[in-house]
């Protein structure tokens, strides 16, 4: 196996969208947190401590995004953790079939990185 590890225009393409859309979720969370007026408009009825931890799922996906371009094998299973989080949460406040589209971005953040997996770096 090359030293060199290639990571592939799919792949790199899959994690810079992941980056993007993690910051954007992490600042909007963090908008609505501080605003109670964007609270009651965009997320009526839903509790204030639900906000800041999506604000925290958002930003702990930006890490564990940034360090998948590292190879951290970890950093799949925190991204893994964090959408367990979010659908338990999501389920509980009743956002419904839309609780589901964090799993999706876990299946095919792995259905994307398989072909790689081997050059993830163990912990």
């Known amino acids: 196996m090359s030293l060199l590890k290639e990571r592939g225009a799919l792949l790199t393409v899959w994690l810079v969208l992941m ?39 958002g930003a702990l996906n930006v890490v564990c995004v940034c360090f998948l371009f590292l190879w951290k094998k970890w950093a799949f299973f925190g991204f893994c953790g964090s959408a367990a989080v979010a659908l338990a949460v999501n389920l509980y406040v009743g956002v419904g079939a839309f609780a589901f589209v964090g799993v999706a971005g876990v299946v095919i953040t792995y259905l994307i990185l398989r072909p790689k997996w081997s050059l993830l770096d163990d912990f």
């Open 19 to 57: 980056l993007v859309a993690n910051i954007a979720t992490f600042l909007l969370y963090l908008l609505l947190a501080f605003s109670p007026g964007g609270r009651s408009l965009f997320l009526p009825g839903i509790a204030v401590w639900t906000v800041y931890l999506f604000a925290a799922l």
